[in-house]
């Protein structure tokens, strides 16, 4: 699906049809490759860290639009639903326009959209502004983030996207913290206006999302600059749909225009051929755009239509199943904490130390050192996953029993460490399906989280207008994440009992 030919990590002979061994890239796990995870690290603090201290923003807009706890929810959790649900749909963006321009395209969005929101005069606007407009746009520059990084990287890409992604918890504390700033001293409208000019950095870290080249020999030719790959751009498709077609013949990208406009200008009625010279690069151009379109849906529709063995995979699944009720319960926290600890009187101990801040923090350091114990060699990836999850979804269910803020702040710092199997769950998704089929089924299974962000927080707010308590959304949420957890359980018990009854009955047979 994301298999773009900007993305390669390869180098290709001239020839085709020469059988030559693939060279590695030398950017491939050094060089520019680290700007890859800077800039993905900052994509993470904008999209992700904003989203995760949305709670701040919910208190306020609960004041200003005196709705309902589980209408208002909406709002945040169409933002985050919406930026991981259209994850599959934007790889068709990264195979027509490439990783640079979709991320640019989507910070540009993702700006517009918070300044838009500025203004909203209600809810039901903000659920257009805020939760489409720039939850789409944050999609579109959070997925190309994490492709490039895993194209960037061969040997060390299980490292590479935990450093990025570490840039929630940086985000989240850092975003909660500023946006309490801004609301304090310039109200909440303006704090999202400022937010929208803050996001614009989006395109600052799209811009940096360089291709690789295609250098010879696996290096840049004369130390310069990586050149972008023509084997999808509008430079290199020709009106007839075969790439390279100008540069086969002998000449540079503008070589037969410029001789073209030559010989108009030696021959009379020069205005005459200079029109139509731009009338026939204007419907080139439309021609190699037709092309790149059909060729980057092609691509996407086979990507995922094309993969139907994924669903064959029962244990994958089970993962699907898991990840529908898993994320709800991380997020949740994050939109009502600041309003439970309003409901226990806490607001002065929260505004010295956020317990949203004690999440995103303790975050940090739960993925580095979940991610440096599952790479023991006597340890099983799978094994410090699940143990994670059991210690969330036993944190979930305590979370309504702890009234003061000490005893908040303890759930919390585990929530937050042992949320950090986030960044287990490319390797635990290749362990299922192989790396073949890795970047279509991790888009599935981010369009799950997505779904689950975008349900949780407002059931918990409904939860909240029926019951007047937080205490039965945390239960529930808790127990359906918990039959998540068995389904991966059980599945593999299945297996092996089908497995033994196979080899039974084949000796049986015999």
């Known amino acids: 699906m994301y298999t773009s030919h900007e993305d390669i990590g390869y180098d290709f002979e001239d020839d085709p049809k020469d059988k030559k061994t693939l060279k590695p890239h030398p950017n491939i796990d050094g060089g520019w490759a680290w700007m890859m995870v800077l800039s993905s690290f900052f994509v993470h603090i904008l999209i992700m860290g904003s989203q995760m201290a949305l709670g701040v923003l919910n208190v306020e807009w609960l004041e200003e639009f005196h709705q309902s706890r589980g209408l208002t929810a909406w709002v945040s959790s169409l933002s985050m639903g919406v930026t991981l649900i259209v994850g599959p749909f934007i790889g068709l963006f990264i195979n027509t326009c490439g990783c640079r321009r979709t991320a640019i395209v989507g910070g540009l969005l993702n700006s517009l959209g918070w300044v ?122 020709g009106s007839s749909g075969q790439m390279g077609g100008a540069q086969e013949k002998g000449g540079g990208p503008g070589t037969e225009d410029a001789v073209g406009e030559a010989a108009a ?19 080139k151009a439309v021609s190699q755009l037709t092309v790149r379109v059909r060729r980057g849906f092609r691509d996407w529709y086979s990507g995922y239509f094309g993969a139907a063995s994924l669903f ?24 009502h904490l600041p309003e439970i600890v309003n409901l226990y009187n806490l607001s002065e101990q929260n505004d010295v130390f956020p317990l949203t801040s ?33 210690t969330l979804v036993l944190s979930i269910f305590i979370l309504p029993l702890m009234h003061t803020y ?17 960044s287990l ?39 909240y207008d029926i019951t007047q308590k937080y205490d039965f959304s945390f239960y529930i949420c808790g127990l359906l994440y918990m039959v998540g957890i068995l389904f991966l359980l059980v599945q593999p018990c299945i297996q092996i009992i089908e497995q033994s009854r196979k080899k039974y009955m084949d000796g049986a047979n015999v």
């Open 425 to 463: 769950m490319p390797v635990v998704t290749e362990d299922l399906v192989g790396i073949e089929h890795l970047a279509n089924a991790y888009g599935i299974i981010i369009c799950a989280n997505g779904i689950s962000a975008l349900l949780g927080p407002p059931f918990a707010g409904w939860i």
């Open 116 to 237: 838009l929101s500025a203004y909203a005069a209600n809810v039901h606007c903000l659920f257009i502004t805020f939760g489409v407009a720039a939850g789409f746009g944050s999609g579109m520059a959070y997925l190309p983030a994490v492709v490039m990084v895993g194209r960037y990287f061969q040997k060390r890409r299980a490292l590479a996207q935990g450093l990025s992604t570490t840039g929630t918890g940086f985000g989240t504390f850092l975003m909660t913290v500023l946006l309490k700033y801004l609301c304090a001293e310039y109200g909440w409208r303006n704090a999202m206006f400022i937010q929208g000019a803050v996001s614009l950095n989006l395109c600052v870290c799209g811009a940096l999302m360089r291709p690789l080249s295609p250098g010879l020999d696996g290096e840049d030719p004369g130390g310069k600059e990586p050149h972008v790959l023509r084997a999808h751009s509008t430079e290199s498709v």
């Open 312 to 335: 064959t995979n029962r244990m994958f699944v089970a993962f699907i199943f898991w990840a529908l009720f898993a994320y709800s319960s991380f997020v949740i926290p994050f939109i």
């Open 406 to 422: 000490a005893g908040l702040a303890v759930i919390c710092a585990l929530i937050g460490f042992s949320s950090g199997y986030f």
């Open 358 to 390: 004690i999440i995103a923090i303790v975050h940090i350091f739960g993925k580095v050192i979940l991610g440096v114990v599952a790479d023991l060699p006597c340890i099983s990836v799978w094994n410090v996953f699940l143990m994670a999850n059991f």
């Open 265 to 283: 200008q030696a021959r009379p009625g020069t205005a005459a051929l200079g029109k139509d010279m731009c009338t026939l690069r204007v419907l």
